[in-house]
Nanobody, 121 residues
Framework: QVQLVESGGGLVQAGGSLRLSCAAS????????MAWFRQTPGKERELVAA????????YYPDSVKGRLTISRDNAKKSVYLQMSSLKPEDTAVYYC??????WGPGNYDYWGQGTQVTVSS
């Protein structure tokens, strides 16, 4: 089992940058595929980035490709989301998620509590 805690959200102007962090506790972090999702009121949770267990492979939907970068540090049990060229439509609660022994689109097993990102125009 793994527990996830996000940080780094906040208010930023359009065009700005923000870096989210997700700290994991528990064993075998390196065996979890990790991802970031986001959700706005009334909408389904949306996958915005995923990373393989070793960090060598990543996935982004077209809507964020080129603006978001996911990375991880297995020694620190952490995963990060660097966001740049932010747009007002990026405003959402961002969630860190973990899935045992696989990665990519699909269902995830563990979730953080979320961190709010607000992009002002």
């Amino acid at each position: 089992q793994v527990q996830l805690v996000e940080s780094g959200g906040g208010l930023v102007q359009a065009g700005g940058s923000l870096r989210l962090s997700c700290a994991a506790s528990g064993r075998s972090f390196f065996n979890y595929g990790m991802a970031w999702f986001r959700q706005t009121p009334g909408k389904e949770r949306e996958l915005v980035a995923a990373i393989s267990r070793g960090g060598g492979t990543t996935y982004y939907p077209d809507s964020v490709k080129g603006r978001l970068t996911i990375s991880r540090d297995n020694a620190k049990k952490s995963v990060y989301l660097q966001m740049s060229s932010l747009k007002p439509e990026d405003t959402a609660v961002y969630y860190c998620a973990a899935r045992w022994n696989s990665w990519g689109p699909g269902n995830y097993d563990y979730w953080g509590q979320g961190t709010q990102v607000t992009v002002s125009s």
